[in-house]
């Protein structure tokens, strides 16, 4: 069953693109730490494939965060200009987490936690 997000909010990567590849986000939620690597944060459209209870947009819904629609295809804003939503289900521990992620500034991205969702 899936219960509410436990929302946050917490900078965890800011670099350039040749360091995407090999970073990892390291976070202590609950007393438990996750280490994941960024390269394996997926974009929210397929959290679907991973965690049937959970669809983009209630996660968008329970993040406050805007949805729009472009050529037919539905766009889940992060929490600043530029970044789009991401998740990891860490499928050992059911909790999937969510980020924000993309170019903040021309050549500078960004991860942002957003919080998690214990399923």
């Known amino acids: ?21 090999n970073q990892i986000l390291s976070l202590n939620i609950d007393g438990r730490l996750f280490n ?26 329970d993040l ?18 530029g970044l789009k939503l991401y998740f990891n289900y860490a499928e050992e521990m059911d909790v999937v987490l969510i980020f924000s992620f993309g170019e903040f500034q021309s050549g500078r991205f960004i991860c942002q936690y957003e919080g998690f969702y214990k399923v």
Not at 5 to 19: H, L, R, T, W
Not at 46 to 51: G, S
Not at 64 to 72: E, Q, V, Y
């Open 1 to 21: 069953m899936l219960k509410n997000i436990n929302k946050a909010s917490e900078k965890v990567y800011d670099g350039g693109p040749d360091q995407t590849s």
């Open 36 to 61: 994941i690597p960024l390269k394996e944060i997926k974009p929210l459209e397929q959290i679907n494939t991973y965690c049937h209870s959970i669809t983009p947009s209630k996660v968008s819904s």
């Open 64 to 81: 406050s965060l805007k949805i729009t629609n472009f050529d037919g295809m539905e766009i889940y804003h992060g929490s600043k200009k």
